[in-house]
């Protein structure tokens, strides 16, 4: 266990301490450094919609997957862990094709007037690419579990299908739902390889947070790494914190654990 | 108390109902009629189909083949919610997400709008249930903050809150402890009464079945066995299913000659419909033997293996010669000197009433 | 069969077969743009050239060095995950001792911390300018912008993936096996080898599975503390980057289809173990 300690807890509590011994005005003057708010509102603000499209997107694909019986129904399933497989840095790369100019898909969007590489879009597009599995995969086992007599019985009382769905399947989906957008959210907000390439990099523009910490690091500007480490890390916990609140109150409230 | 606000109760109609999951033969040719009001039970093993039968009924799992008619109209054309029927699950599948009021009033605000009452109709109608189900006071509690006993009774008016044409109960004591049960069972009958509702509930308890309904659908291997009375089907089973399955009988192989055959020391009639020659079986029930001190040797000897003298009746456990197992028999207290049956004791007994089928 | 039915227990209660239909083809549609499309693109990228250009980009100095010490930093990141995470989850599972909910969490934490910010701590630990910094100066260690901070840093970020797979199952299966060894006369040692390992071996195997793909495929924490010197410091997924930025797009993706036959492969086993071994992997599953 003397291992752990090392290699996690100590390292951890170096950036606080680092952070720390900063002092607050100099803290305060480096994260209000224009660059350095807008990679952070693009980190979260994009993690944020990437977490949001997932957590509406992922139901239909965990529902399709486990209620509906198809041909390749197994390789469906397989493909979804590609985000957890696909190491980070291939991922971005191959983002970054596809959505380029003259890309498989980025062609057809520039023709309709969007653009893809190198804009917030493409972070939110790879931020969302990674967070998939996240949803799909803490809703998989709930949706399978849940009792069939209780869609039947809403059925035998009257109600429609869409009924049934909005009035006793979402309810009781709720606090896994909050679960999966919890973690999409906290992967998205931390990640680095997949959305470099496809982001491009602009400052002021699309430059996303662990970018920055890089780029300070490679300045040897190492209290602007660490601040922006730091506020990353409080942030990110204070946004599991609701997040976990949240669910406690839905779970308490619908009976159902996620 | 005028909890249903119903027209008259329907009748059903079951024809020729067939189903199969794969090979599996769940409903093979079901017929039958629920006169209106009747409190039915459906009664079997499990997978004798009697659960898959419930559901047809209700719409949940349509039958491949047949017909289900309420009074006169096509069931089978009609959608869930046009069909009406109040369910009752066996695990309750009560909304837990929602508080035992909500689960009442759920099955009227999913109404279209123009068929929904108004929020303060709804309001007063849920409670009316409430006190119905003797759950007073307890609407804003969540399912999981009651007993098996109270979520059941939730069930119960959530099925009725929606104005039911019948009741279908899906093994409705099964998850309650014995206790229980019993308590809930009285209430059902009190519930039938008032209601007045046609009502089918399916158990595997012959006990259950035989005390509470009006009469008793007997199923194996998706077939009827018998339908009847509960005194028609105990006094009179059809087959050799039926005798064993309600329960506590005394198998023997018999030879069926000339109208007659030999059982357990008695001379027993035969029907005709059994064969009037050949081999047999006879079923005899514990209170249908008596045992003979008769020192001429009339009746099968048995030697007593155990006797356990409480209650009105005696139970006296018996091992026959040439026969696998003892027996079991009861005997009125006062009709035998205790000293007389005693363990290691050779009596003689003899049948006073016998089932006899033709064997195979 | 028909091509599309819902399960065999919700027939009765289903959504209609036009919006069946229509949800199914929706997610096959995104899943096919978000998921397959991206992986067709590397090996279509890769060999855009020609076969020949594929294999010459993937023989070059760099790249092959860039492969080898890939194979090296997970040829020690996985077996030290593998004694880390027998070590932990043994000692959570077994034994009732304070904080234990709280080293549970602590293991999570690397899921939870950016790959970018691990790297961070690391620099930030041994770097120049780091605690022990001049220490380590002083005795002519290098470790960061070195191979031993690639795999510190790759320890790190894939210490979860086999401990998470152990902890809930060592758990679930409880003590009792062992105990059985014990009051036979086996010894500890011996118990552990002949009773829990073989009780856990799938979910082990499993994990390492896990655990090769994220640490032959890190990239954010290796990134910061690597240097990308080439030919020395420079790993797969590092050696991509660089590529990609110097334009030479036909190497980059095959290097990069190289890592995405390693992400099939682990793909194509870890569903072959789930359909194979499916309950007892599924106490370890759900996040």
Known sequence: ?258 | MDVTEKSAPIRIDVKDLRKSFGAFAALDGVSFTVQPGELLALLGPSGSGKTTLLRAIAGLSPAEQGTIHFNDEDATTLSLRERRVGFVFQHYALFRHMTVFDNIAFGLRVRPRRERPAESEITQRARRLLEFVQLGGLEKRFPAQLSGGQRQRVALARALAIEPNLLLLDEPFGALDAKVRKELRAWLKDVHRETGLTTLFVTHDQEEALELADRVVIMRNGRIEQIGTPSEVYEEPATPFVCEFLGNVSKFDCTIRDGEAEVAGSLFPVGEENGLNGPGVAYVRPHEFEIVIDEHGEGLPATVKSVRPFGPTVSVELVLAGRDGPIEIAVPRELIGLGDVQPHRVVHIRATAARIFAAG | ?287
């Open chain 1, 1 to 258: 266990m003397f291992w752990l300690g090392l290699i996690v807890l100590i390292p951890l509590a170096g950036i606080f301490t680092r952070a720390a011994s900063l002092g607050l005005s100099d803290f305060f003057t480096i994260l209000v450094d224009p660059r350095i708010l807008e990679a952070l509102k693009l980190s979260f603000g994009g993690a944020l919609i990437g977490a949001l499209i997932n957590t509406l997107v992922g139901p239909v694909v965990a529902w399709v997957l486990v209620r509906y019986e198809f041909y390749g129904r197994g390789i469906v399933d397989a493909v979804i862990d590609l985000p957890f497989a696909l190491p980070t840095a291939v991922a971005g790369l191959a983002l970054a094709a596809l959505y380029a100019p003259n890309g498989w898909l980025g062609a057809p969007l520039a023709d309709a007037g969007i653009k893809v590489l190198f804009t917030p879009l493409g972070v939110i597009i790879a931020l969302t690419f990674i967070g998939l599995p996240f949803v799909v995969r803490t809703l998989q086992p709930v949706l399978a579990d849940l009792e069939p007599e209780i869609e039947e019985a809403a059925a035998t009382l009257g109600a429609s299908r869409w009924q049934t769905i909005r009035k006793i399947l979402l309810p009781a989906l709720l606090p896994t739902l909050l679960t999966g957008f919890a973690l999409a959210f906290a992967r998205a907000v931390g990640e680095y390889g997949s959305v470099i390439f496809i982001a491009g990099n602009l400052p002021y523009k699309s430059e996303i947070a662990p970018l920055l910490i890089i780029i300070k690091l490679e300045e040897f500007n190492y209290p602007a790494a660490t601040a922006i480490a730091a506020i990353m890390l409080v942030m990110s916990f204070l946004i599991l914190l609701i997040v976990n609140l949240l669910q406690g109150w839905a779970r308490r409230r619908t009976g159902y654990a996620g």
């Open chain 3, 1 to 287: 069969m028909q091509f599309i039915s819902t399960s065999p227990r919700l027939a009765n209660v289903s959504e209609p077969l036009t919006v069946r239909f229509l949800l199914l083809g929706l997610t096959l549609v995104y899943l096919l743009a978000m998921l397959v499309l991206p992986l067709g693109v590397i090996f279509v990228e890769a060999f855009r050239k020609g076969y020949e250009t594929y294999a010459a980009s993937l023989l070059t100095d760099d790249s092959i060095a860039a492969i080898q010490l890939t194979l090296l930093v997970a040829a020690i990141a996985v077996p030290a995950n593998v004694v880390f995470g027998l070590a932990a989850s043994w000692s959570i599972a077994k034994y009732d001792f304070k904080g234990k909910s709280f080293l549970i969490t602590l293991i999570d934490l690397p899921f939870s911390v950016s790959p970018v910010v691990a790297g961070l701590i690391y620099v930030l630990m041994f770097g120049a300018q780091g605690y022990l910094g001049p220490y380590l100066q002083a005795h002519h260690i290098q470790i960061i912008f070195a191979v031993p901070g690639i795999v510190l840093a790759t320890i790190f970020v894939t210490f979860p993936f086999v401990a998470r797979q152990l902890i809930p199952l060592m758990q679930a299966q409880g003590s009792d096996d062992e105990e059985a060894a014990l009051s036979l006369g086996a010894s500890g040692l011996r118990t552990f080898f002949s009773v829990t390992l073989p009780n856990v071996r799938w979910a082990l195997l499993y994990g390492v599975l896990l655990c090769n793909a994220r640490a032959m495929g890190e990239f954010g924490a290796v990134s910061i503390v690597s240097g990308h010197i080439r030919g020395k410091t420079n790993t797969m997924p590092l050696h991509v980057e660089i590529l990609y930025n110097e334009y030479n797009f036909v190497a980059a993706f095959a290097v990069a289809s190289l890592l995405a036959f390693l992400a099939l492969v682990t793909l194509g086993l870890k569903s072959a173990l789930e359909w194979r071994y499916g309950g007892e992997l599924a106490v370890s599953r759900g996040h």
